[in-house]
Structures are given as C-alpha cells and as structure tokens.
C-alpha cells in the first residue's frame, strides 16, 4: 500500500520531488492541497501536470479515516467523532479506532472561559489506548493499542477543517487518548505540519501538549525552538501519592518534572500548565493544596483544576463544586494562579476515552469531559 503523504514532513516531500526532477515550488503546492484545502485525492490538486499527479497517486495515498460515530452537544458546539484507522469491525478484538473532540466558543453566547471567545479548538489523540494506566483515566485503563502515525493525528484536525461550513480551527490541544511524548516523533512531525506556513499555518501558541510527565521528553521538547504550550498533569503534591495515582510514573519524580518544566519555560518563554484531576479523598485536600503551592510556588506557571469524570471504573469520586473551590481558594491564597477547567459537551461523553468505549460495549453513555481549559 503507498505511504500517506502527511507521514512525510515537507523536507521529505520537497526531496522526493526534487528527485523527480520537479521545481523547488511543487511540494509547498502538494502541501497547500493536502492541509490547508484539505484535498482527499491527488486528482483535486488541478493545479499540478496530470502526470505529476498520476505519479504522486501512485508512491502516496491521501485517504482520510471514515467516521464511524459522532455525537454533539452543547446546541452543537461540542463535536466529538470516532475515527476508524483500519484493523477489525466495531467491538471485535484488534479494533482500532480513535476520537476527537471539536469545541466552538461562540462569540454571541457567553459564560467564556479566559481566552476563549470565538475560539474553535480540535482536541486530538496521539495514541490508541494509552500504556500509562492512570488510575482515574478511561484510556489508560483500555491499555494500549499503538501508537498513531503522524497522518493518523494530523487527519483527526483535517477531519474538521475540511469541506464543513466555517471551519477554521484556531487551536489544537494533544489531550485526546494516549500520552504524545510517549509518540513523539510523530507528535513533533504532526505539530510542525499544524505550524507550517505551508500547512495549517497555526500559530504555534494555540496549540498544547498535554503531559502525563516524561522528563526527559520534556527536556527534548523545550529545545525544539518551538512556542508551543506544554501542560504537566501532576494531579498530587508528593511523589507516594502520584505513583499510587500514574502506576507507571517509577522514577519520575515530581522535583524532576518542575525541573525539566523550569527548562521548558525558560527556553520557549512560555508560561507552564499544571493539571491536577481533582478526586474526592484523595488528592483534594486543603493542606495538599498547600503543599502543592509550596512546590509550584515561583515558577511561571498556573494549577488548572479538572474535577475527576466518573470514566474509569468504581472507587474514585468527584468532589462537590464546594471542595474545588476550595482547593482553588487554597492555591490562590497561596500566590498561585489557579483555573477549574469547564466542561463541554456533559450530555454526550465527550470525554476523551469514552467514545470509543461507548462503541466497544455497545453505546452506555456516561458523563462526559472536558478540554479546554479556564475559568469555570
Ligand atoms: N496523556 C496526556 C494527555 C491526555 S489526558 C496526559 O495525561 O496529560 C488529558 C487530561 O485529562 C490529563 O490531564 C488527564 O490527567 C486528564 N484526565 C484523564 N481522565 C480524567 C478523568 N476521568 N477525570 C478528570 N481528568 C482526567
Ligand atoms: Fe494515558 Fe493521559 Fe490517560 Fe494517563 S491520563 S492513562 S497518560 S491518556
């Protein structure tokens, strides 16, 4: 089968097109189609020699994912679909499917989070299923699957920019299934192509990298040269407590993570994102918070608060909107910025993890999430 072209970064294209004897313009042209007009077949590109496109047609392909479910919420601000990226039927084993979440923010319908007036954000998945086994996370409780490829993560983003109505994306959060720094040459490719003034042309500060907390990654990411947003999900203030919470965390300790987060900020000059699943008993009391201050204390950054969605299974609880508060008061109280995330799409499991599921087990639907962040 030929290679999805968007697995190649555009110095790879403009090689293969130079070998073909091909002008230094025609592959900023092919990226054109394939991102920003989000063409489906070489054929579309009417730009391009008809021989040119038989070859491209025949070394590459363009095929999107079918879509195999999509539910909305929130009078249709909120859109979440499940990609089929080949393998079995719906519910058989070897499935392998993936979602995405769309958020608008209408400019005419208020409450806004900070910053998000007029917004349109395309939460993706870098992953199917996740291997970290984070207790609280319907992903990670799946297992994991594989990894997706660049093409994968990018479709999930064209899946909404493409042929629809008004559908300019302005954001990107990597919040979805799967941890992308566990996928990360595939998720640095996918974001350069999000960025590329030859590609989606994004700007790089609306797009985020959601973390469970891989240090060296982290490290390897702050030196990209590159303005992206990064968050860290932390979710206890000592490392006893955030082992029991992210079975896999082992020797990444949280003393590591602000480190390598101390880096991130002083090489991109941008401002780092804590997130910390607030469960009922566990993580959310108030002297915790102040310990998590403590350690936060200082640093360019702010606590975003995301009260637990009942997704993963028996045992864990949500705390009342009063903890939260609460536990926000306590931070902030304490000299550190600190936002509960809002919640989108509530009546259709838009959360990330649940669709899937939803279409494994035959369609019990259960509380949604949440993906972007401010103040509730
Ligand atoms: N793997 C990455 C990104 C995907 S998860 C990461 O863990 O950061 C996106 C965010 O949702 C993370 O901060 C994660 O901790 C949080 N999350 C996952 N399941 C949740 C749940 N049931 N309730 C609240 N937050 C949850
Ligand atoms: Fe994976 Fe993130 Fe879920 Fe943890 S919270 S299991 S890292 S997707």
Request: glycine fraction near 10%; charge should be neutral; proline fraction near 5%.
């Amino acid at each position: 089968m030929p290679a999805h072209l968007l697995d190649d970064s555009l110095a790879e294209i403009e090689a293969c097109l130079d070998a073909w004897g091909e002008p230094a313009y025609r592959a900023r042209q092919v990226a054109r189609w394939a991102l920003r007009e989000g063409v489906t077949s070489f054929d579309a590109m009417t730009d391009l020699p008809a021989a040119l496109r038989a070859r491209l047609a025949e070394t590459y392909t363009l095929a999107p994912p079918a879509e195999l479910a999509r539910t909305a919420a929130d009078d249709g601000l909120t859109t979440k679909v499940l990609l089929d990226l080949g393998g079995s039927e719906p519910g058989a084993p070897g499935f392998d499917a993936v979602e995405a979440v769309r958020m608008d923010y209408d400019p005419d319908r208020p409450p806004h989070a900070a910053g998000t007036r007029g917004r349109s954000t395309v939460c993706v998945s870098t992953q199917a299923g996740c291997a970290m086994g984070c207790v609280f996370c319907a992903t990670g409780q799946q297992g994991f699957t594989r990894n997706l490829t660049t093409s994968e993560i990018l479709a999930q983003v064209l899946h909404f920019t493409r042929g629809e109505a008004g559908s300019r994306v302005s954001n990107v959060v990597f919040m979805g299934m799967g941890e992308p720094l566990a996928n990360y040459g595939p998720t640095l490719r996918a974001v350069r192509w999000l960025i590329d003034p030859h590609g989606l042309d994004m700007r790089a500060r609306g797009v985020t990298i959601s973390t469970v907390g891989l240090e060296a990654p982290i490290r390897r990411l702050a030196a990209e040269g590159l303005q992206v947003g990064l968050t860290v999900s932390l979710h206890a203030p000592d490392d006893g407590l955030r082992r029991r919470l992210i079975p896999t965390a082992g020797g990444v300790t949280i003393e590591g993570l602000l480190d390598a987060s101390r880096e991130y900020v002083e090489r991109t000059g941008r401002r780092v994102t804590f997130a910390y699943a607030l469960l009922e008993g566990v993580n959310d009391e108030p002297a915790q918070a102040r310990r998590l201050a403590e350690r936060v204390r200082g640093m360019r950054a702010h606590v975003n608060l995301i009260p637990y969605n009942p997704t993963a299974g028996e045992g864990m609880r949500r705390p009342s909107t009063a903890r939260v508060r609460a536990f926000q008061r306590e931070l902030q109280a304490a000299g550190v910025n600190a936002t509960v995330r809002i919640e989108r799409g509530v009546e259709i499991a838009a959360a990330c993890g649940q669709l899937r599921t939803d279409v494994v087990a035959g369609g019990t639907t259960q509380r949604l999430s949440v993906v972007d962040s401010g103040t509730a």
